[in-house]
């Protein structure tokens, strides 16, 4: 394995030496390479399909089926092809009534009624109702479940049932991401609550298009055409079969070969390869995903602001979207997407070597210091953390890549229960609001409330500032004033630099001709409503 770094990161040095050669003003180099497509006259079988059995092979494995526990978006994309909620999500993250029929707020943001959608069974012949409803909120609130949707409901002060088809939720206090929020927390049957208790997570009912028929971990997911959809004339596909398949050049070839129908993501450096291909076509969109390498704030010597900021100026972001986003992305320059609500652009943290020796220096470690970075073991993570050793190198920081399979790498952030316990130090990761709000991009990653295992903000960032800032932007109904506050985050946090501030993706899927109404929304959940072969 260390042979293998080493081939690795000298490939990567001649790779980025390259790279940055033709970034200086070479444009149509950089053109021509992008022309030069390998594969060009290569053949792709098949173009027609007989049966209306989907795959989709996918990077990573799933983690959980409990649609309250969900935080992966390749989870909450398995939650959402067999469970629905109250309200969903359209194609540009705008929130719309799904098993609610209709829903009205009172001027003081604190009573939201919902009007639900009738005649509409859960999977296993149940009624969906308001009792169902109330059911589902009771769960999620209950401390003794300790569920990840828990902090989304903690304002819901009274769920009332007034009749069957009437829901009206009073909040203790205003919060102007609910309605993003409930759209976050799909409906499981009451009835298989009871059954299944803490199996919920293996064994989903709900009421969606689809019905769940086996998970092998690490290897499928396999869902089935609900019969009784209540939507008319959907699902138009029998089954769809979710394939972890981590390696990148290994669902290029299911993609190419038919083996799958619909591969998420693409792995932008193969995109040339199969661009122009007989049968095959290639979706790109902007998102809401983040790159980012969270830095232990607690843990010396990311306890000082200086390194924090040292790394951030250590790192080519331009090389960075260059050399793994194989062009397809851009840098990020805040805390959120510019396609998330609230968004505040901010500046620095232009490469500049010399500035980055300059504050190792001053924080105490001129000759730099040993690290360890964390990371998923699909191909990408691999390569972007290849990257990152390589140009902490440069200021004298050694960097050992640590790779772990998903589950694992999660129960080593989510087992320890205080931030003395837990071990990491740099994490290479992404996040994207599934919320599609600005507080689903913000509270969960920068509060003190948020530290693991009850909730994402890995670095262990505390601000006061900050974590005040927050609830103030919770509580604000007038639009302006939430932008303002959330303005004053994004900069703090910039400043803090809890982050060595990576990238923005391009949503990149490939599918074969044939498939069509499979969607990768902003935030890079797989939508399969209306998957259809033509």
Same mark, same amino acid.
């Given at each position: 394995?260390?042979?293998?770094?080493?081939?690795?990161?000298?490939?990567?040095?001649?790779?980025?030496t390259?790279?940055?050669?033709?970034?200086?003003g070479?444009?149509?180099?950089?053109?021509?390479?992008?022309?030069?497509?390998?594969?060009?006259?290569?053949?792709?079988?098949p173009?027609?399909k007989?049966?209306?059995?989907?795959?989709?092979?996918?990077?990573?494995?799933f983690?959980?089926?409990?649609?309250?526990?969900?935080s992966?978006?390749h989870s909450? *994309?398995?939650?959402?092809?067999?469970?629905?909620?109250?309200?969903? @999500?359209?194609?540009?993250?705008?929130?719309?009534?799904?098993?609610?029929?209709?829903?009205? %707020?009172?001027?003081?943001?604190?009573?939201?009624?919902?009007?639900l959608?009738?005649?509409?069974?859960?999977?296993?012949?149940? #009624?969906?109702?308001?009792?169902?409803?109330k059911?589902?909120?009771?769960?999620?609130? #209950?401390?003794?479940? &300790?569920l990840?949707?828990?902090?989304?409901?903690?304002?819901?002060a009274?769920?009332?049932?007034?009749d069957?088809?009437?829901?009206?939720?009073?909040?203790?206090e205003?919060?102007?991401? @609910?309605?993003? +929020?409930?759209?976050m927390a799909?409906?499981i049957?009451?009835?298989a609550?009871? #059954?299944?208790?803490?199996?919920?997570?293996?064994?989903?009912?709900?009421?969606?298009?689809?019905?769940? +028929?086996e998970w092998?971990?690490?290897?499928?997911l396999?869902?089935?055409?609900?019969p009784?959809?209540?939507?008319k004339?959907?699902?138009?596909?029998?089954?769809?079969?979710?394939?972890?398949?981590?390696?990148?050049?290994?669902?290029?070839?299911m993609?190419?070969?038919?083996?799958?129908?619909?591969?998420?993501?693409?792995?932008?450096?193969?995109?040339?390869?199969?661009?122009?291909?007989?049968?095959i076509?290639v979706?790109?969109i #902007?998102?809401?995903i983040?790159?980012?390498?969270t830095?232990?704030t607690?843990?010396?010597p990311?306890?000082d602001?200086?390194?924090?900021?040292?790394?951030?100026?250590? %790192?080519?972001?331009?090389?960075?979207?260059?050399?793994?986003? *194989?062009?397809?992305?851009?840098?990020?320059?805040?805390?959120?997407?510019?396609?998330?609500?609230?968004y505040?652009q901010?500046?620095?943290?232009?490469?500049?070597?010399?500035?980055?020796?300059?504050?190792l220096a001053?924080?105490?470690?001129?000759d730099?210091f040993?690290?360890e970075?964390?990371?998923?073991?699909?191909?990408?993570?691999? !390569?972007g953390m290849?990257?990152?050793?390589?140009?902490?190198?440069?200021?004298?920081?050694k960097v050992?890549?640590?790779?772990?399979?998903?589950?694992?790498?999660?129960?080593?952030?989510?087992?320890? !229960?205080?931030?003395?316990?837990?071990k990491?130090?740099?994490w290479?990761?992404?996040?994207s609001? *599934?919320?599609?709000?600005a507080?689903g991009?913000?509270?969960g990653l920068?509060?003190?409330?948020?530290?693991?295992?009850?909730?994402s903000?890995?670095?262990?960032?505390?601000?006061?500032?900050?974590? &005040?800032?927050?609830?103030?932007a919770?509580k604000?109904?007038?639009p302006?004033?939430?932008?303002? %506050?959330?303005?004053?985050?994004?900069?703090t946090?910039?400043?803090?630099?809890p982050?060595?501030?990576?990238?923005?993706?391009?949503?990149i899927?490939?599918?074969?001709?044939?498939?069509?109404?499979? !969607?990768? @929304?902003?935030?890079?959940?797989i939508?399969?409503? &209306?998957?259809?072969?033509?």
């Amino acid at each position: 394995m260390k042979a293998k770094g080493k081939v690795w990161s000298m490939f990567m040095l001649l790779l980025i030496t390259v790279v940055m050669t033709a970034g200086c003003g070479n444009k149509a180099s950089n053109e021509g390479q992008g022309g030069n497509t390998a594969g060009g006259t290569e053949t792709s079988t098949p173009t027609t399909k007989n049966d209306k059995d989907i795959v989709i092979a996918i990077n990573s494995n799933f983690i959980t089926l409990d649609p309250h526990n969900a935080s992966d978006t390749h989870s909450i *994309s398995a939650a959402r092809t067999m469970y629905e909620g109250l309200m969903g @999500f359209d194609e540009n993250m705008n929130v719309v009534p799904v098993l609610a029929a209709s829903h009205s %707020i009172s001027k003081d943001g604190l009573v939201y009624t919902f009007t639900l959608q009738e005649n509409v069974k859960f999977q296993d012949g149940t #009624d969906f109702n308001a009792e169902a409803v109330k059911v589902n909120i009771a769960r999620i609130q #209950d401390e003794k479940n &300790n569920l990840r949707l828990r902090k989304s409901f903690a304002k819901v002060a009274k769920v009332e049932t007034p009749d069957a088809k009437t829901v009206v939720i009073t909040l203790s206090e205003p919060y102007n991401a @609910f309605l993003n +929020k409930v759209a976050m927390a799909p409906i499981i049957s009451p009835k298989a609550i009871t #059954d299944n208790g803490a199996d919920i997570s293996k064994s989903p009912v709900g009421t969606g298009p689809f019905k769940f +028929k086996e998970w092998v971990q690490g290897d499928r997911l396999v869902v089935e055409k609900n019969p009784d959809y209540w939507q008319k004339d959907l699902p138009k596909v029998d089954s769809i079969t979710f394939r972890p398949v981590p390696e990148n050049g290994s669902r290029i070839a299911m993609l190419k070969t038919g083996e799958a129908d619909f591969i998420y993501p693409m792995p932008t450096e193969q995109v040339s390869e199969v661009e122009g291909l007989e049968g095959i076509t290639v979706d790109t969109i #902007d998102s809401t995903i983040v790159r980012y390498v969270t830095l232990n704030t607690m843990k010396k010597p990311f306890d000082d602001v200086k390194v924090r900021q040292a790394i951030n100026y250590a %790192i080519n972001k331009d090389a960075y979207i260059k050399v793994v986003k *194989s062009g397809l992305g851009a840098k990020l320059d805040s805390t959120m997407s510019s396609k998330t609500q609230y968004y505040s652009q901010q500046t620095g943290y232009d490469y500049d070597i010399e500035k980055a020796k300059q504050l190792l220096a001053e924080a105490g470690y001129p000759d730099g210091f040993e690290t360890e970075i964390w990371g998923e073991n699909e191909s990408e993570t691999m !390569k972007g953390m290849q990257f990152i050793q390589q140009q902490l190198a440069l200021v004298g920081i050694k960097v050992e890549v640590k790779s772990m399979e998903g589950g694992t790498l999660s129960d080593q952030i989510n087992s320890a !229960k205080t931030p003395e316990e837990a071990k990491i130090q740099m994490w290479y990761v992404s996040w994207s609001p *599934s919320s599609g709000d600005a507080d689903g991009a913000t509270r969960g990653l920068f509060s003190s409330e948020m530290f693991p295992p009850a909730g994402s903000n890995t670095a262990y960032y505390k601000n006061e500032n900050v974590d &005040n800032w927050i609830a103030e932007a919770n509580k604000a109904v007038d639009p302006e004033a939430a932008k303002s %506050i959330y303005a004053n985050i994004q900069k703090t946090v910039w400043e803090d630099a809890p982050w060595a501030f990576m990238g923005v993706d391009q949503i990149i899927s490939g599918k074969r001709s044939y498939l069509e109404g499979v !969607k990768v @929304f902003p935030d890079g959940s797989i939508n399969v409503l &209306n998957a259809e072969v033509k």
